[in-house]
T-cell receptor, first 110, second 112 residues
């Protein structure tokens, strides 16, 4: 099983809709979790950290489900500018290396 | 300049060439990283430097040679690369090892 797994998509979603995708991790003692956004031909940029209590930033909500070992990202009222690849990243316990998923590609359709 | 900068942004080289990638961070961070990003693969960590000391070499072939002269600069020296080494090479920095990363714009490398 891969350390971090994401559905590669693509997710094609109409503008204004709500979209959610998950990222599963294999190490149950993983400690830190992040969502990054990567636009086409650009570098990844930190979108938000994921805390045990969840994290909300405007239209974006991130949740952590330790029992099922996944993190989620919810985007409400999606905008065309939300089109990007969303990478999840996890720091497994005992290994300080930030491990990335392959990313989920999201396209918002007008 | 702010953030993390990388030069060159694009590089085409033959298998017998020697070239170097440069990274500079203006964030006062202690750790710097080289990552490789290939199509349909997750970001692959190559090297980590913490306070100028290399703390990780992730089984990277010796044709890639990193150098970190100070906590703000990081180089990746390339020689006798293979076509499969063509990828986007990203430099990143962070305050501490487990803190979130700030990436540079990357160098898109093509090996002919």
């Amino acid at each position: 099983r891969k350390e971090v797994e994401q559905d590669p998509g693509p997710f094609n979603v109409p503008e204004g809709a709500t979209v959610a995708f998950n990222c599963t991790y294999s190490n149950s003692a993983s400690q830190s979790f992040f969502w990054y956004r990567q636009d086409c031909r650009k570098e990844p940029k930190l979108l938000m950290s994921v805390y045990s209590s969840g994290n909300e930033d405007g239209r974006f909500t991130a949740q952590l489900n330790r029992a099922s070992q996944y993190i989620s990202l919810l985007i409400r009222d999606s905008k065309l500018s939300d089109s990007a690849t969303y990478l999840c990243a996890v720091v497994p316990f005992g290994n300080e290396k930030l491990t990335f998923g392959t990313g989920t590609r999201l396209t918002i359709i007008p | 300049e702010t953030g993390v900068t990388q030069t060159p942004r694009h590089l085409v080289m033959g298998m017998t060439n020697k070239k170097s990638l440069k990274c500079e961070q203006h964030l006062g961070h202690n750790a710097m990283y080289w990552y490789k990003q290939s199509a349909k693969k997750p970001l692959e960590l190559m090297f980590v430097y913490n306070f100028k000391e290399q703390t990780e070499n992730n089984s990277v072939p010796s044709r890639f040679s990193p150098e970190c002269p100070n906590s703000s600069h990081l180089f990746l020296h390339l020689h006798t690369l293979q076509p499969e080494d063509s990828a986007l090479y990203l430099c990143a920095s962070s305050q501490d090892r487990e803190e979130s990363l700030f990436f540079g714009p990357g160098t898109r490398l093509t090996v002919l």
